[in-house]
């Protein structure tokens, strides 16, 4: 179940960062009030996560692929380009996340 609780972490905390760009600088209402109900949430379930989580693997976990997953919509949604020293970065991201896991830490 921690786990369930840690996706629901990273999916909130990915359509809050998808919202920061519309908040235009908080200035608009509903962008930020999303903003706000999803960057709560995301913190309301990892805190779930990680009381069978270990608070370093979760975080990692919860970092790694919401970095991935930013830099995806940003591509294909929010016009930014995909580099390959961006590529780079987030797979070395998520390898430190498998080595992480793989470590025996949990």
């Known amino acids: 179940m921690a786990y369930l609780f840690l996706l629901g972490a990273i ?13 235009d ?17 995301a913190f309301g379930l990892l805190s779930l ?9 979760a975080y990692a976990v919860w970092s790694g692929l ?9 591509a294909a949604f929010l ?5 390959v020293a961006k590529v780079a970065g987030a797979g070395l991201v998520i390898a430190g996340v498998v ?7 949990h």
């Open 11 to 23: 999916t909130a905390e990915v359509i809050g960062t998808s919202l920061l760009k519309a908040t």
């Open 25 to 41: 600088g908080f200035t608009r209402l509903w962008p930020t009030v999303g903003l706000a109900v999803a960057y709560l949430s």
């Open 49 to 57: 996560a990680v009381k069978d989580i270990p608070v370093g693997v």
């Open 66 to 74: 919401g970095t991935a997953a930013i830099m995806a919509i940003g």
């Open 79 to 83: 016009g930014e380009p995909l580099t």
């Open 99 to 105: 080595v992480l896991n793989l470590g025996g830490t």
